[in-house]
């Protein structure tokens, strides 16, 4: 929320500067006397774990670059040399690797959490559209990265992703013969990739950006998903939600510290420790974890009236992620947190289940039950966003919404007992 | 400070004023976007890309019922030694039914000898034709990608896969040699 700036310059060379660049008063106002509301539980920090992720991915990147060659014959040689000559290159490329992984985990974390407590209700809409924009920031930015290593897996996850756009009505390959820069995935393709994959980092960096002053300007949403009603309903950012960021960072950097140092590879796939080989496919492709829910959703859609399946895959997989961007519109009820809403709480945990089932059915071949289950989960992916939120506002009785944030705690005892739940 | 703003926008100046916004701001934006194409255009491929390999293959050492892959610009090539058996099963599908219909004959030059682009029509991975097993339903090819199958005239018959496999271009310079390109 817009505040009164509290920033008092402590030094004689602090006051010249605020003058001339107020960046102190900046980084006071928004995360030291930030006015939080102060009910955030741990689901919040999900934000903060964020961008140090993006930190460690841009500081590894950078370090790993100044060893790693873009080229068709010496990528795969030069990600070896990482691994092998380099002082501690095993780390920087595990780290990288690893980090983006956990990325994503945190990103799925942090985007559930919005969808659940309604962060993306009005006024938080522009905020939202900022998430999703940087969500498909990172799919394209771990993609051009997982392509580097120039491996077997690398190579066909180029061809596969790619090829996608050769659906593209009357100038598809034309357009292949673009992005590639050839007449399939070569050296120009990895040369391009590689620029890209750089510059996406940084892209993100910006965005973050945007993201965070968008979320000052209405301040944060909350567990309960009232307004900040005054100064009783908030505490300030420091040393309140520093130190809890702080302590959740803290857990998270264990977990990532665990897959770095104990099993650096249980998340990748061996075949991409085979050198690239344009003339054979490995037997069974498959993407990264974090992209299997919708390589299920790609293959799920069969024929459907005059557009062929191939096309319709394609269809789907992008409507699934752009979808997100009309979720403030799609969803009709005004209540925020889905501790309220007693039917959109179940809805939102089928929801969970179908995105699971979805990457689990996108880690199998696309055939019998597995390609049931994709069908009925990508079924459900959509009917959640685009029938079940529009009707629910309509449908659903929410219970009764706290007067203010303070209230259950400071009011009486069946008020607070709501307050524990969810 | 909210005074004659009315005023203003009626004065007789407006629309020479507009005029001259619009036109300048159209021809910066025409040039802008017109100094896009070279950075969108060195993305395209390369002259030395382009420049049109051709690839030429000597048949006499490809026995009955073998195949090999031959490289064309960069793609495999199939080229497929077929025995009676396939090329009557090729001539006997049942042009009709199928998703992308050709006839055998519009495929080949000559029965024997099938040749076609080793890219699976579906998402571009490479289709295989392992004797012993991987050949799919119809005994042609099989995509391990997404399962899709192609028959001995390597048309799609079951699959994602929308189309059949591209038939090169390709002539033969005498009876065992044929040059693709
Ligand atoms: C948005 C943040 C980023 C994401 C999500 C990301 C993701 C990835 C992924 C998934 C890989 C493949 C890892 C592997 O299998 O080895 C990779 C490789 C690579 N990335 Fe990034 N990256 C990011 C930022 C950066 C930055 C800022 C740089 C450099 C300035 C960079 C440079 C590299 C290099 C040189 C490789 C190839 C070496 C290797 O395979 O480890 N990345 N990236
Ligand atoms: S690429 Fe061959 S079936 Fe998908």
Same mark, same amino acid.
């Given at each position: 929320m817009a505040h009164a700036s509290t920033y008092k310059p402590r030094s004689g060379f602090a006051r010249w500067l605020d003058s001339r660049l107020p960046i102190?008063?900046?980084?006071?106002?928004?995360?030291?006397?930030?006015?939080? %509301?102060?009910?955030?539980?741990?689901?919040?920090?999900?934000? @903060?774990?964020?961008?140090?992720?993006?930190?460690?991915?841009?500081?590894? @990147?950078?370090?790993?670059?100044?060893?790693?060659?873009?080229h068709a014959d010496f990528a795969f040689a030069s990600v070896e040399h990482i691994m092998r000559d380099v002082n501690y290159g095993w780390l920087l490329r595990y780290m990288h690797a690893n980090s983006s992984s956990m990325f994503f985990l945190a990103v799925y974390i942090h985007m559930l959490r919005g969808l659940y407590y309604g962060s993306y209700k009005e006024p938080r809409e522009v905020l939202w559209i900022l998430g999703v924009m940087l969500f498909i920031l990172m799919i394209a930015s771990a993609?051009? @990265?997982?392509? #580097?290593?120039?491996?077997?897996?690398?190579?066909?996850?180029?061809?596969?992703?790619?090829?996608?756009?050769?659906?593209?009505?009357?100038?598809?390959?034309?357009?292949?013969?673009?992005?590639?820069?050839?007449?399939?995935?070569? @050296?120009?393709?990895?040369?391009?990739?590689?620029?890209?994959?750089?510059? #996406?980092?940084?892209?993100?960096?910006?965005?973050?950006?945007?993201?965070?002053?968008?979320?000052?300007?209405?301040?944060?949403?909350?567990?309960k998903g009232i307004d900040v009603k005054g100064p009783q309903d908030t505490i300030p950012f420091h040393p309140y939600y520093t130190v809890k960021d702080g302590f959740a960072l803290g857990v998270f950097l264990i977990v990532l510290a665990l897959l770095i140092f104990y099993a650096p590879n249980i998340l990748g796939h061996p075949d991409n420790y085979i050198p690239a080989d344009p003339l054979?496919?490995?037997?069974?492709?498959?993407?990264?974890?974090?992209?299997? %829910?919708?390589?299920?959703?790609?293959?799920?859609?069969?024929?459907?009236?005059?557009?062929?399946?191939?096309?319709?895959?394609?269809?789907?997989?992008?409507?699934a992620i752009f979808t997100l961007f009309l979720l403030p519109w799609l969803d009709s009820s005004k209540v925020r947190s889905a501790r309220y809403r007693p039917l959109f709480k179940q809805f939102f945990w089928i929801f969970v289940i179908a995105c699971?089932?979805?990457?689990?059915?996108?880690?199998?071949?696309?055939?019998?039950?597995?390609?049931?289950v994709a069908r009925i989960s990508t079924l459900y992916y959509f009917a959640f966003f685009w029938v079940i939120m529009p009707l629910l506002g309509v449908i659903e009785t929410p219970k009764s919404v706290p007067d203010s944030i303070s209230k259950p705690v400071l009011g009486s005892g069946s008020a607070a007992a709501s307050g524990t739940s969810g | 400070m909210a005074e004659a703003h009315v005023e203003e926008d009626q004065s007789p100046d407006t629309d020479r004023r507009d005029f001259l916004y619009i036109a300048t701001t159209a021809v910066a934006?025409?040039?802008?976007?017109?100094?896009?194409? $070279?950075?969108?255009?060195?993305m395209n491929p390369t002259a030395n890309v382009q420049a049109l390999a051709t690839t030429e293959v000597d048949l006499s050492p490809i026995e009955t019922g073998q195949t090999i892959k031959v490289v064309w610009q960069g793609k495999p090539v199939y =080229?497929?030694?077929?025995?009676?058996?396939?090329?009557? +099963? +090729?001539?006997? +599908?049942? =042009?009709?039914?199928? $998703?992308? $219909?050709?006839?055998? +004959?519009?495929? =080949?030059?000559?029965?024997?000898?099938l040749i076609v682009v080793g890219i699976c029509t579906h998402l571009g991975c490479i289709p295989v034709s392992d004797p012993d097993n991987l050949r799919g339903e119809f005994g042609g090819w099989f995509c391990p990608c997404h399962g899709s199958h192609y028959d001995d005239s390597g048309r799609i018959r079951k699959g994602p896969a929308p189309d059949n496999l591209a038939v090169p271009p390709y002539q033969f310079i005498d009876d065992n040699k044929i040059l693709i390109g």
């Open positions: 102190m008063r900046l980084a006071h106002d928004s995360f030291v006397d930030f006015p939080t %509301p102060k009910n955030l539980n741990y689901w919040w920090t999900f934000g @903060g774990i964020l961008s140090v992720c993006l930190v460690i991915l841009i500081v590894s @990147g950078v370090a790993l670059s100044m060893h790693y060659t873009p993609f051009l @990265g997982y392509v #580097l290593p120039w491996g077997q897996m690398s190579f066909w996850a180029a061809t596969v992703i790619t090829n996608l756009f050769g659906v593209i009505p009357f100038i598809g390959d034309e357009v292949l013969a673009w992005l590639w820069g050839g007449f399939g995935v070569d @050296g120009p393709t990895l040369n391009r990739f590689y620029s890209l994959h750089y510059l #996406l980092a940084f892209l993100i960096a910006g965005v973050v950006v945007l993201h965070i002053w968008a979320l000052h300007v209405p301040g944060n949403n909350n567990p054979t496919t490995p037997e069974h492709i498959v993407p990264e974890w974090y992209f299997l %829910p919708f390589y299920a959703i790609l293959r799920a859609v069969p024929d459907i009236l005059f557009i062929p399946a191939k096309t319709a895959g394609v269809i789907a997989m992008l409507l699971v089932a979805l990457g689990w059915a996108g880690s199998q071949s696309p055939e019998g039950m597995a390609l049931l | 934006g025409i040039g802008a976007a017109i100094s896009l194409w $070279p950075f969108i255009d060195q =080229v497929r030694h077929r025995t009676q058996e396939q090329i009557k +099963a +090729a001539q006997s +599908a049942p =042009v009709d039914d199928l $998703p992308d $219909p050709e006839t055998d +004959a519009d495929r =080949v030059q000559q029965d024997q000898w």
